[in-house]
């Protein structure tokens, strides 16, 4: 265990403590490290609100002044047992240390006493003032399992120093204003309605127009790098989902069947069928593609295909688990599969690696900080595993050399596989240094072999091909999500549902302002126009809360002279534009992705 987490597994048993100096009828549970801190859930004897953190602080620094080191005891099972003898959930926790014959620990630090499996800070009085603090209240079920009872969970935050600290906090204010829920009502994008369903987002004109902007470029290099472009249903046959296998190991992700064998008119009259068919919202993309590859007979001379869809998947997620864009129940995936020969996966990895970065970039994201894990099979547990040894042998290999030969920044993951195949899963920072999952690279050993993909080699025998699973975004929701709190909503000219806004200062000059709107239009540049009758500084607040990349503000002297002053929402300004000049910095912008 670092000495981050020392230090912070210390402050949770701090944090018990002082909740017991509060609250002596307290029952405190678990209490693990957390990325950037630490919590400690409690069954308290009365409710307590984040108004009662600072009070509990107080305590926790009061209480340290009394703590020099944890000591270690191991003791027995009885011995545990009657010291925990009025908490059940200590008691549980050792009931299944015992069972499993595992060590009993107990660590005491001053008057306190937990069991614990260990890793502790070496002097409690070394945790430097400042550098940590309680951060919030939350429920929490026991074990994680809502048929077990609700629990108060307090959250803390702990760093190595206050500046940590303090920088960590002012990026949490700074991602609180750049959440994307907040500015996708606040710049008219997207919202979520109740009467519509949860998770379903619908799309304004300005965010389907960013959605549309950015499909078109996913379209266009797409058919760049060699794809083909396919198109599914969003429902399937029973039968199909059945052959996948998802029916079964995919069950929990997916919504019940509809029966399709009559019209709502006729269930509503109850009308009986005599022949129906069960249909599932499809989850995936996958089998579709695959039974276009069945579709007829494919020869090594056809491969590698590789096919790409933007389709839209339903996923089953529990209500209280759904999240703005970042966890909906209808997503697009921008998904591909890659069909291929063994002696052409090598190749065809390195290119979606080389596309995958080449997105990051365009899209304004740090390719120095681009994390990627690979996913490799637990080789204790083989049999679990779709696919024969040689197969993943030679795939997780394969991902091993690319991945070093690309210089990617990656960390083995042993065990973290899906039973169907390895992967490589690349994660990206944005500006506040938070991580997200964007690309995945996947071997699939399972789909093949279910719906029996062959083609025919060159000796003129069948053969089975490798099939690689590929999105780039993940999914459209999520990944525009991102971008809204990576830009706060103010995004590169290109990008921009409006790149500008034209502003007349009276009605006087609507005429030529309107001129200059259309004449961007029929340009491809995406305008708006004020033809509002307000003052000039009211208009220019408005653009600026838009968070328009610029505006230009036609007046007496832009009608005589025809040249525009071209202000940006940076503070720059361009004096002296011809309309000529004027486009061709902004077709220029647009161009070089800025």
């Not at 660590?107 to 890793?119: E, I, Q, S």
């Not at 020869?299 to 869809?309: F, N, V």
């Amino acid at each position: 265990m670092e000495n981050i987490d020392k230090k912070r597994h210390s402050l949770a048993h701090l944090l018990a403590a002082a909740v017991l100096e509060i609250f002596p009828d307290a029952k405190p549970t678990i209490g693990p490290v957390i990325p950037n801190g630490f919590y400690y859930d409690f069954d308290l004897p009365l409710p307590i609100s984040e108004n009662d953190l600072e009070k509990i602080e107080n305590k926790m620094r009061e209480v340290l002044k009394t703590w020099d080191k944890f000591e270690d005891k191991e003791v027995s099972a009885k011995e545990a047992k009657e010291f925990f003898k009025d908490n059940e959930y200590k008691l549980e926790l050792i009931e299944e240390l015992e069972k499993a014959g595992e060590k009993i620990n107990f660590y005491t630090a001053g008057n306190f006493t937990d069991l614990c499996a260990g890793g502790h800070i070496d002097n409690v009085k070394n945790i430097k003032s400042g550098s940590w603090k309680l951060d919030r209240v939350a429920g929490a079920y026991w074990r994680g399992d809502e048929k077990n009872k609700m629990l108060t969970r307090i959250y803390g935050l702990a760093f190595e120093t206050q500046e940590e600290l303090e920088e960590y906090l002012h990026n949490q204010e700074e991602a609180k204003k750049r959440d994307h829920r907040k500015l996708g009502k606040e710049l008219n994008l997207f919202h979520i309605d109740d009467m519509v369903g949860l998770g379903l987002p619908l799309w304004h004109p300005k965010g389907a127009l960013l959605w549309r902007i950015i499909e078109d470029f996913w379209y266009e290099e797409h058919l760049k790098n060699g794809y083909e472009l396919v198109k599914t249903p969003h429902i399937g046959n029973r039968t199909l989902w059945e052959t996948s296998g998802h029916w079964g190991f995919y069950n929990e992700s997916m919504y019940p069947p509809m029966e399709i064998g009559q019209s709502l008119e006729e269930k509503q009259q109850n009308k009986k069928t005599e022949t129906s068919e069960e249909y599932l919202l499809k989850p995936m993309n996958c089998p579709f593609h695959v039974e276009i590859y069945k579709s007829s007979p494919k020869s090594y001379r056809d491969l590698p295909l590789r096919w790409a869809e933007c389709g839209t998947v339903y996923r089953f997620e529990k209500k209280g688990e759904l999240s703005g864009l970042t966890r909906v129940r209808g997503f697009t995936q921008d998904d591909a599969h890659i069909i291929c020969r063994e002696n052409q996966v090598e190749d065809e990895l390195k290119k979606v690696i080389d596309f995958i970065l080449f997105i990051y970039k365009s899209f304004g994201f740090d390719l120095e900080k681009v994390k990627v894990y690979l996913s490799l099979r637990d080789p204790k547990n083989k049999d679990k595993y779709a696919g024969s040894d040689s197969g993943w042998d030679f795939t997780e290999g394969i991902l091993r050399k690319v991945a070093k030969e690309k210089k990617l920044d990656f960390i083995e993951e042993l065990g973290e596989a899906a039973f169907y195949g390895p992967k490589l899963d690349f994660k990206i920072n944005d500006v506040l240094g938070r991580e997200w999952q964007c690309s995945t690279l996947q071997f699939d050993f399972n789909l093949p072999e279910r719906f029996d993909m062959v083609f025919t080699n060159n000796e003129g025998k069948e053969e089975r091909p490798y099939v690689l699973h590929r999105a780039l975004f993940g999914s459209f929701e999520r990944f525009i999500g991102l971008l809204i709190e990576h830009y706060a909503g103010a995004f590169p000219l290109w990008l921009s549902p409006v790149q500008i806004k034209v502003i007349p200062v009276r009605e006087s000059h609507n005429v030529y302002a309107k001129e200059v709107y259309e004449m961007l239009k029929q340009n491809n540049i995406r305008a708006e126009i004020d033809l509002e009758d307000e003052n000039l500084g009211k208009k220019v607040r408005a653009v600026k809360v838009s968070k328009i990349p610029y505006w230009v503000v036609i007046g007496d002297k832009e009608v005589e002279s025809k040249e525009f002053t071209l202000e940006s929402r940076e503070g720059q300004k361009t004096e002296a534009l011809y309309f000529e000049q004027l486009l061709e910095l902004l077709k220029t912008q647009i161009q070089d992705k800025t």
